[in-house]
C-alpha cells in the first residue's frame, strides 16, 4: 500500500508518468473510493487482481486526515524458515578437541608469521575443531 500525493513537489507530467509505470507493468489499482475528502489518494497496488480482496474504505485513525484502507492479502506461499542451529557446548567433547589441538605442530604452523596471521589460523582451527566435536541442536522459532 502506498500515499500517492503528488501536490506539495509537483513536477511537469510526473502523473502522467506514474499512471504510465502502473499501465506498463500491469498493475492492479484497488482502492476505488476517495480516501481523502473527495480525492483518492492512497492506492493498493497489486500485480495480480486476485491477490486483493475485500478493500474497504473506513473512518480516519486518530488525527489523520486520511481514511483507512482495510484489505485482505490472499497470497499463498512456504514460509521460509530458516533453521537455526546452537552449540550444545554442554554435551562438547573435550577430550577429543584437546587431542586434536596436541596433534598440530604450532612451531611450523605459525612460524614466520605475522600475529595477526597467527591469529587468524589458531582462530581457524579452533573453529574447525568445534565444529567436529561440539554437536548442534536445533533451535525453535
Known sequence: MGLYSRHLYRVPGEDQEF???????????HVLE???????????????KEFVD??????????????QIHFIIKVKGERNRKIRYRKKIHK???????????KIDWNNTLKN????ECWNILKSEIDCVVGK???L????K
Open 92 to 102: 562438547g567433547r573435550y577430550k577429543d578437541m584437546r587431542e586434536y589441538l596436541a
Open 133 to 135: 566435536f561440539v554437536p
Open 19 to 29: 499512471l504510465n509505470l502502473v499501465q506498463d507493468s500491469f498493475l492492479s489499482q
Open 137 to 140: 541442536k536445533k533451535q525453535r
Open 113 to 116: 608469521k605475522t600475529a595477526t
Open 34 to 48: 476517495a480516501t481523502r475528502g473527495e480525492n483518492m489518494l492512497d492506492i493498493v497496488l497489486s500485480s495480480q
Open 54 to 67: 475485500n478493500v474497504k474504505i473506513c473512518e480516519p485513525l486518530g488525527c489523520s486526515d486520511h481514511n
